[in-house]
């Protein structure tokens, strides 16, 4: 029963510390009458560019140590079922009679404990894997736009011999 009280308060602080790093206070300014573009961006800066550049991290920093978290939770899950089988013992039958696993009380806990661990975990790592890429899409859009936001980039003309802008 110990190990099993031990595996759920690690499952709590790691659950517990990945929520309390992802929420955060922040100021956000905004700059005061400027005229807006065609998208709603300021023109005369790159400023809520960098606001959203700035916004696309921090979300990509979060659901990265969400990814981190689900995948410590699905080994302690994977963990847990594992101990289990130490409580139980497969009864083989002759061919026309399936096998079987009979598992003591301790054991079945468990396994059920284990297993359920492991699968909310798997699901909260296929769901935040998805959100990470999502966000790193979003995250390298922006950059490719503020890119082409900022002008001409400084090349080298080939013809002139030359830096250029």
Known sequence: MSRVAISSILVLVLVTGSRAQAQSTEVVTTVPNQSLGTQGYPQSSLGYRHYELEEANKGIRATRNALIATSALAGVGMIVGATAFRHCEFIYYNYNNPDDLVCTQRG???LTAGGTIFGLAAVGMITSGIMLGVRKGKR???QR?????QGARLQWNVE?????F
């Open 108 to 110: 079945d806990a468990l």
């Open 140 to 142: 390298r859009r922006l």
């Open 145 to 149: 736009d503020i890119r082409n936001q």
């Open 160 to 164: 002139a011999g030359r830096l250029e």
